[in-house]
């Protein structure tokens, strides 16, 4: 341990290169896949579109036919539907009815859609001006035959459900979820159900982080709550060590008298303990217990709940998605709001403020919550967004552009 303060850049860089996908797949059916990480390629077994076809209602006809000067009179000699097409051919001077989603009936190469049509008994009248091949989507555009579809490592979307599905593939080859063992830690720490008594605390932690990693996509381990004793921590951790790919703990990783996790887990394994220069969430552990097939990652979060909520975040999210093997891991969508708040920051850290995000007037606007402390959990619940003040960010006025990060799809 060094008093040296890490920057939260390297220690998000030292956790992700440790983390490696877990082994182990399976095939779902169609309906279970969302949420789960694609473990192998969808090859397409067929092209996307199918055939050429209309993108639009209009008339089918042939571009070669149509005056570029003036309007041309075609001939209406059939209509095409989706699902049922026009089986002749377009000659010379005709057209074709045609729906969206329709096939392309031969002959014709151009839609013309029928807002720009004008109809006089049983022939079209087309104005100048049309496109060769408009409106027109060609067999294959989408994809074709013999393509990747959807690459390993993607986290499976409604969307990527549905394109499996136009493929007709009733099942997907995904990872086997991580599996996460949940410690709170702290003789202070009670239990929902527990007698109200002096000194103690209901455990909130343990259930924050049951949602967001169930969110994520994990099973989940509730590893229950650990005293504040040799004893008791140890058989908590040796217990899981193994039988789930990580532990995330809360509490006992600050430096004081009751704290035995930093012994324990020398004993266990491999640990790195830091002081990041952040704020809120300055202490943390990480490293891996057991050895070789029988280890386990450790993530050794702070007990203070917003302080567990934001090492969370930044810390254990991306590495777990790569635990589950997403590839690449993208980061947390970000972007500029002027700060409605003014805000005290000494350089040298980053910290983490909790904000209210609105759009007014076409610009985006953000104001903190109120007071910061990290054991507030209320600020959290009142949030919708994360402030990040940088390094080298220093005290912001109001009106100043800072950084946000949106909670949609995080919390």
Request: glycine share 12%; charged share 20%.
């Amino acid at each position: 341990m060094t008093d040296r303060f890490t920057p939260v850049a390297d220690a998000r860089a030292h956790i992700l290169a440790a983390c490696s996908p877990v082994r182990g797949t399976q095939r779902v059916p169609l309906r279970d896949a969302l949420g789960r990480v694609l473990a192998a390629d969808v090859i397409s077994p067929v092209s996307v579109p199918p055939h050429d076809n209309s993108a639009m209602d209009g008339y089918a006809v042939r571009h070669a036919d149509l005056s570029a000067d003036g309007d041309t009179r075609l001939f209406i000699v059939g209509q095409a539907f989706a699902g049922h097409g026009w089986a002749g051919e377009v000659a010379a001077g005709q057209a074709v009815r045609i729906m969206t989603g329709a096939v392309m009936p031969a002959g014709a190469d151009t839609i013309v859609i029928q807002e720009t049509a004008r109809l006089d008994g049983d022939t079209v009248i087309v104005p100048p001006g049309q496109k060769a091949g408009q409106h027109r989507r060609r067999a294959g555009e989408d994809l074709r035959a013999g393509e990747p579809a959807l690459r390993t490592g993607r986290l499976l979307r409604p969307a990527d459900i549905g394109l499996a599905a136009s493929l007709g593939i009733p099942e997907l080859t995904v990872r086997r979820r991580v599996r996460v063992g949940v410690l709170s830690t702290g003789d202070e720490v009670m239990s929902i159900g527990d007698a109200p008594r002096e000194g103690g605390i209901y455990d909130s932690n343990r259930y924050t982080l049951t949602g967001m990693l169930t969110r994520l996509g994990c099973e989940v381990v509730d590893l229950g709550v650990a005293r504040d004793t040799r004893e008791a921590l140890s058989a908590a951790l040796e217990s899981a060590v193994g039988e789930v790919d990580a532990i995330i703990t809360s509490g006992g990783v600050s430096v004081g008298e009751a704290d035995f996790v930093r012994e324990i887990l020398a004993s266990l394994g491999e640990v790195t303990f830091w002081k990041i220069a952040m704020k809120p969430g300055r202490p943390m552990a990480f490293g891996k217990l057991g050895r070789g097939e029988r280890s386990t990652l450790l993530f050794g979060l702070p007990g203070n709940p917003v302080a567990t909520m934001v090492t969370f975040h930044f810390f254990a999210r991306d590495a777990l998605l790569k635990l589950m093997g997403v590839s690449p891991v993208a980061a947390p969508i970000h972007f500029a709001a002027l700060s409605d708040t003014a805000m005290k920051k000494q350089p040298g850290r980053t910290e983490y403020q909790r904000g209210i995000l609105e759009l007014r007037d076409g610009q985006w606007h953000v104001a903190v919550t109120g007071a910061q402390g990290s054991g507030i959990l209320r600020s959290m619940c009142d949030a919708n967004c994360i402030i990040v003040l940088g390094d080298d960010c220093g005290n912001v006025a109001v009106g100043d552009a800072v950084n946000v990060i949106p909670f949609e799809g995080l919390i």
